[in-house]
């Protein structure tokens, strides 16, 4: 049984920063690809982004491309989400989520939210105008 702590959330204007993290204990982290996916309010869940076991292969959705890294350190368990350059419809809430898989991502559907097999409580981004 995997957990998965998320952190880093908060508010911030316009055009700010913000970094996620997502902690992983009780599995062997890499064995599994990563992914972030977000929930605004009255919105159904969406994928932002995915990166492999081992971060040699990541996928982003198109409204973050360009603002948005998705990077791990598997000696320390934990996943990473740099937000840059945000935008008040980045607001949500943020989920991690595990995937025990370990191909490149191009042989997965890591957009597809039934693919993941253990998923964080959240953490809450706002980002004002």
């Known amino acids: 049984q995997v957990q998965l702590v998320e952190s880093g959330g908060g508010l911030v204007q316009a055009g700010g920063s913000l970094r996620l993290s997502c902690l992983a204990s009780?599995?062997?982290?890499?064995?599994?690809?990563m992914g972030w996916f977000r929930q605004a309010p009255g919105k159904e869940r969406e994928f932002v982004a995915a990166?492999?076991?081992?971060?040699?292969?990541?996928g982003y959705r198109d409204s973050v491309k360009g603002r948005f890294t998705i990077s791990r350190d598997n000696a320390k368990n934990t996943v990473f989400l740099q937000m840059n350059s945000l935008k008040p419809e980045d607001t949500a809430v943020y989920y991690c989520?595990?995937?025990?898989?370990?191909?490149?991502?191009?042989?997965?559907?890591?957009?597809?939210?039934?693919?993941?097999?253990?998923w964080g409580q959240g953490t809450q981004v706002t980002v004002s105008s």
């Open positions: 989520a595990a995937m025990q898989d370990t191909r490149v991502l191009s042989y997965i559907n890591y957009e597809l939210e039934l693919k993941y097999d253990y």
């Open positions: 009780g599995g062997t982290f890499k064995e599994y690809a």
């Open positions: 990166i492999s076991w081992a971060g040699g292969s990541t």
